[in-house]
T-cell receptor
Framework: GAVVSQHPSRVICKSGTSVKIECRSL??????MFWYRQFPKQSLMLMAT?????????EQGVEKDKFLINHASLTLSTLTVTSAHPEDSSFYIC??????????FGEGSRLTVL | EDKVVQSPLSLVVHEGDTVTLNCSYE??????LLWYKQEKKAPTFLFML????IEKKSGRLSSILDKKELFSILNITATQTGDSAIYLC???????????FGAGTILRVKS
């Protein structure tokens, strides 16, 4: 079945640095990928919709200059958290729609900003 | 504003019990409703519901959608400790294909 891979699964960085998270669809092409953020014991909050070859669509309240999304190919979308701060520490999950329309999630990336 | 509300927020039961999780929604351009189970990492897909009144089953789990009353339930019979997880309900929009998630129900099954 379709698989979505996310990397890294865990990252710790210093405040002020930037962190890049990759989301890959391994055996299918995904023109659209989604990025979510999840705080402990809370649900997934959609951050943005990543569109291949065009700009991402951000949800209200999500800073596009803070969370840079690039969808350069049909199998890869990246989320860069720029100038990360401790409040950016969270679990970030991507998802992509497979050929049958089912949505597949990556394994998630846990970001800790010190 | 689109919203998805799940209840209860948390639930503790004993092995063998049957549980019913609820999900109600108010969204524009409804396309489908999905249930996910989340343990330690990413959510895993359980069901996708698009039509009212048609029950979907997978082992001890079943789910049904009522598009008139705008809700869905997820039933788990003969619960096991391995069923302990967060159960997420999400509604998929017709346009943009995005999902709006509910807050989730934390289920804990005690042995």
């Amino acid at each position: 079945g379709a698989v979505v891979s996310q990397h890294p699964s865990r990252v710790i960085c210093k405040s002020g640095t930037s962190v890049k998270i990759e989301c890959r669809s391994l055996d299918f092409q995904a023109t659209t990928m989604f990025w979510y953020r999840q705080f402990p014991k809370q649900s997934l909050m959609l951050m943005a919709t990543s569109n291949e070859g065009s700009k991402a669509t951000y949800e209200q309240g999500v800073e596009k200059d803070k969370f840079l999304i690039n969808h350069a190919s049909l199998t890869l979308s990246t989320l860069t958290v720029t100038s990360a701060h401790p409040e950016d520490s969270s679990f970030y999950i991507c998802s992509a729609r497979g050929l049958t329309g089912e949505l597949f999630f990556g394994e998630g990336s846990r970001l800790t900003v010190l | 504003e689109d919203k998805v509300v799940q209840s209860p927020l948390s639930l503790v039961v004993h092995e063998g019990d049957t549980v019913t999780l609820n999900c109600s929604y108010e969204v524009t351009n409804f396309r489908s409703l999905l249930w996910y189970k989340q343990e330690k990492k990413a959510p895993t897909f359980l069901f996708m519901l698009t039509s009212s009144g048609i029950e979907k089953k997978s082992g001890r789990l079943s789910s049904i959608l009522d598009k008139k009353e705008l809700f869905s339930i997820l039933n788990i019979t003969a619960t096991q400790t391995g069923d302990s997880a967060i159960y997420l309900c999400a509604v998929e929009m017709e346009y943009g294909n995005k999902l709006v998630f509910g807050a989730g129900t934390i289920l804990r099954v005690k042995s």
